[in-house]
């Protein structure tokens, strides 16, 4: 069963930075933090994971709180193309399943 | 990256019938791959994993008999909605575990199903 919670919807303008935040709470040691976004009618793309450090890459960074129990996604500069919705997952990974929660839609504006 | 692949893409089909949606790794191996379905506004669910050379275990609440998935090889895995209804219509969607340490799912771009 989904173990993250995320606001349900965000607006962010176009050229800024969005800040998606995902609370999984009471995530084990050995669960990765992942972030997946899917925009309509395609399959989720992968964006990012952590385990304990934060992590950046070409498309976001991710924060993660010292305690694990929270973490931020990063866009640092938002394009229309960014819309979409934004799904935090917590996994052991290494074939483990993947549980969806409800995720964040975001809405970037001009 | 890894890529998954579905076929078909989108499928009509009439109430009664069954449909056969198939999932392949493209440039990978995948011993398990993943099945979720999709309803419209809706978040993904996870059906089942299908996992080659032996039998697919399925979430709880999710038929067995309605929803048949073989693993034929290490690059393909099939779901076959048996005798679907207006209420099957949905998106369906596969993964694969890949890339270093197979830490990462790599999904299918998902299937369309529409029963009549």
């Known amino acids: 069963d989904a173990k993250t919670t995320q606001p349900t919807s965000m607006d962010c303008a176009e050229g800024r930075a969005a800040n998606l935040p995902c609370n999984h709470s009471?995530?084990?040691?050995?669960?990765?933090v992942y972030w997946y976004r899917q925009i309509h009618s395609q399959g989720p793309q992968y964006i990012i994971h952590?385990?304990?450090n934060n992590e950046t890459n070409e498309m976001a960074s991710l924060i993660i709180t010292e305690d694990r129990k929270s973490s931020t996604l990063i866009l640092p500069h938002a394009t229309l193309r960014d819309t979409a919705v934004y799904y935090c997952?917590?996994?052991?990974?290494?074939?483990?399943?993947?549980?969806f929660g409800s995720g964040t839609k975001l809405n970037v504006k001009p | 990256g890894a890529v998954v692949s579905q076929h078909p893409s989108w499928v009509i089909c009439k109430s009664g019938t069954s449909v056969k949606i198939e999932c392949r790794s493209l440039?990978?191996?995948?011993?398990?791959m993943f099945w979720y379905r999709q309803f419209p506004k809706q978040s993904l669910m996870l059906m089942a994993t299908?996992?080659?050379?032996?039998?697919?275990?399925?979430e709880q609440g999710v038929e067995k008999d309605k929803f048949l998935i073989n693993h034929a090889s290490l690059t393909l895995s099939t779901l076959t909605v048996t005798s679907a209804h207006p209420e099957d219509s949905s998106f369906y969607i596969c993964?694969?575990?890949?890339?270093?340490?197979?830490?990462?799912?790599?999904f299918g771009p998902g299937t369309r199903l529409t029963v009549l």
């Open positions: 993964s694969a575990p890949g890339g270093s340490s197979y830490n990462e799912q790599f």
């Open positions: 009471t995530i084990s040691g050995n669960e990765y």
């Open positions: 952590g385990l304990k």
């Open positions: 997952i917590s996994s052991r990974g290494n074939f483990n399943k993947f549980y």
């Open positions: 440039d990978f191996q995948a011993t398990t």
């Open positions: 299908s996992n080659e050379g032996s039998k697919a275990t399925y």
